[in-house]
């Protein structure tokens, strides 16, 4: 029976003919996201995922199968979702509740967020485990100055009601690192969730490796952060022409030309 169901999912059929051409531009897009993040970032099996609104249909959005790994993400395999968390488009893949909750409460409370990662890396994990949060010791990480909203490890977030707490907690900001559970970034557009997730993911990798140096940290002073942080953390500044995306999209080409099935 197992068999029998794995080879339906691997042999379902392409939604390029259900849905629009913005939508399917979409799905290309998300797929090669989280091809990427499995590129250049140590992730947590099947439970991180990323989520992006879909065009011209504000209260939708796709998100990750519950069954897949980053890398095994593919246009068709995404699943699609109302803001009440309910699947809206016949698929033989689902979404974890985790993962259709999170970012349901997230693009319902902000609907001037189009995209949001959400990782357990080594490096996200280790830095929300540690009271001072990420610290502005790295250009990187000074595009985040006190841009960054910090939640407690408190409820279920799994749950729409834990969700809904997560998504009240992280406010107008952008990012906010789950203590003791991983990071949230959100983005205008996908390209810019993603390219944000991954100066994040430097930024944290960056602190894990000085503060285990064990030398005196060099932290600048807080006019200096605020100045970059205002010159490199703007939102609404990367989209589909950035060419940090550009980039990123010529390597899954190269790679994982499979992300467009």
Known sequence: MTQAKSTRVRRARSARDQVSAAEWQLRCGLAAAHR??????FVDMTYN???ARVP???SHFLVKADNQFMEQVTASSLVKYNLDGKQVMDSPYKASPAAYNLHAAIMQARPDIQAAIHTHSPANLAVSAQKRGL??????AMRFYDRITYYSNEVDDTTREGSDRAARALGDKWVMILENHGALVCGTTLPEAYIYHHFFELACRAQVGALAGGAELIVPAPEVCE???RKF????????QSRDWVAAMALVEKLYSDYRH
Do not use: C, K, M, W
């Not at 990427?36 to 970032?41: D, G, I």
């Open 36 to 41: 990427l993040v499995a590129h250049f970032v």
């Open 49 to 51: 995922h990323i989520s």
């Open 56 to 58: 011209g249909e504000p």
């Open 135 to 140: 610290l502005p010791i790295t250009q990187q």
């Open 227 to 229: 100045e970059r942080a």
């Open 233 to 240: 953390g703007r939102v609404g500044v990367y989209d589909s």
